[in-house]
């Protein structure tokens, strides 16, 4: 399955009250080479394996794979996962057609919100809500997979 989406830095905390559910993520990445990611998730207490492949030039694609493990998989393997586990809060705020996921990121990217948006298409049009900020799509630095390599507290901005 090909994944299309948009990624863009969040304004302020306004989304919140906008959004309709609020779940914890902890995600761990068993690996992180540059033509494919494998991921485990523990989604409140659901477990997913991921596996993801390289993105598109402009970033905006990229083949992924899910399957759903148990929880106690995912503690198993989060323990074979390279350091660090990344921890967020994720909210779905409804915009228009379209759901933002909206990750408030916390322990070592503590400070880094960032609003996505998956699309049917790379041209399909959507409404941006004013607490959207600039737009990080294709910048690798804000892929999951970088930030569990380097964290947002230790970037120099």
């Not at 350091?83 to 503590?110: Q, T």
């Not at 999951?144 to 120099?156: E, G, I, M, R, V």
Request: hydrophobic share 35%.
């Amino acid at each position: 399955m090909i994944e299309i989406e948009r990624k863009f830095l969040v304004l302020s905390s306004d989304f919140k009250e906008e959004a309709y559910k609020k779940t914890r993520i902890i995600q761990g990445f068993l690996n992180t080479h540059k033509k494919r990611t494998v991921r485990v998730r523990l989604i409140d207490n659901e477990g997913v394996l991921t596996v993801k492949g390289l993105s598109s030039k402009n970033g905006l694609s990229r083949f992924e794979w899910e399957k759903a493990i148990t929880k106690e998989d995912v503690l198993e393997l989060l323990k074979l996962c390279e350091p660090v586990v990344i921890d967020k809060i994720r909210y779905l705020v409804k915009a228009g057609n379209h759901i933002f996921e909206v990750d408030e990121f916390l322990a070592d990217n503590e400070g880094l919100i960032i609003a996505e948006i998956e699309l049917k298409n790379e041209n399909e049009t959507f409404e941006k809500p004013f607490w959207l900020g600039k737009e990080v799509t294709g910048d690798i630095k804000y892929y999951n997979s970088q930030l569990s390599k380097q964290p947002y507290n230790t970037w120099n901005t």
